[in-house]
């Protein structure tokens, strides 16, 4: 059985709407053999990564970077899984209300040190998410998901 594992900031209605949508498309009954596995960001650890086949980030921008609970993640996992996860495939999200570019950034940067490989397009919400948020993260689960069936 493969495992993606979706690690979450998940502050506020808005990221809990994105996070929900991110679970159900992971969880789709079509997609078949591969166990979501969920964690706050605050209480992922290394061995949750190194059991992954695939992860999926998600984060509100704040001050333009990730949130200090995905850096604390990336901060806590960094180098137990530097030489383990080489090529994980990820995808990530961001909600913000004035941009999320610096966030971003800050993902591609750690996520390129770590050499893990995006397999998604990212989904970035700025303001209260619509319904084509929403499906975009839906849909962000659901590929990710459906990337690790064997
Ligand atoms: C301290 C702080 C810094 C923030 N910095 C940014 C930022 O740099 N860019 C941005 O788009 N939003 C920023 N925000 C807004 C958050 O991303 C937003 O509050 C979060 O995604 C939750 O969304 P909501 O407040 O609409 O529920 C910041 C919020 C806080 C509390």
Not at 40 to 61: H, M, N
Request: glycine share 10%.
């Amino acid at each position: 059985m493969a495992t993606l594992l979706i690690v979450h900031h998940t502050p506020s209605p808005s990221l809990q709407a994105m996070f929900e949508a991110v679970v159900s498309g992971a969880t789709d009954p079509e997609i078949e053999g591969v166990d979501v596995v969920r964690r706050p960001a605050l209480s992922a650890t290394a061995s949750d990564v190194l059991a992954a086949d695939g992860i999926v980030l998600g984060t509100p921008a704040n001050l333009g970077y990730m949130s200090g609970a995905l850096k604390h993640f990336f901060d806590t996992v960094y180098y137990p899984c530097l030489d383990a996860t080489r090529s994980l495939p990820f995808g990530y999200y961001v909600h913000g209300n004035e941009g999320v570019e610096g966030a971003q950034k800050a993902i591609t940067t750690v996520t390129t040190g770590l050499g893990w490989q995006q397999a998604t397009a990212p989904v970035t919400v700025v303001g209260e998410p619509g319904k084509d948020d929403i499906s975009a993260c839906w849909e962000l689960g659901a590929t990710s998901a459906a990337n690790l069936m064997e």
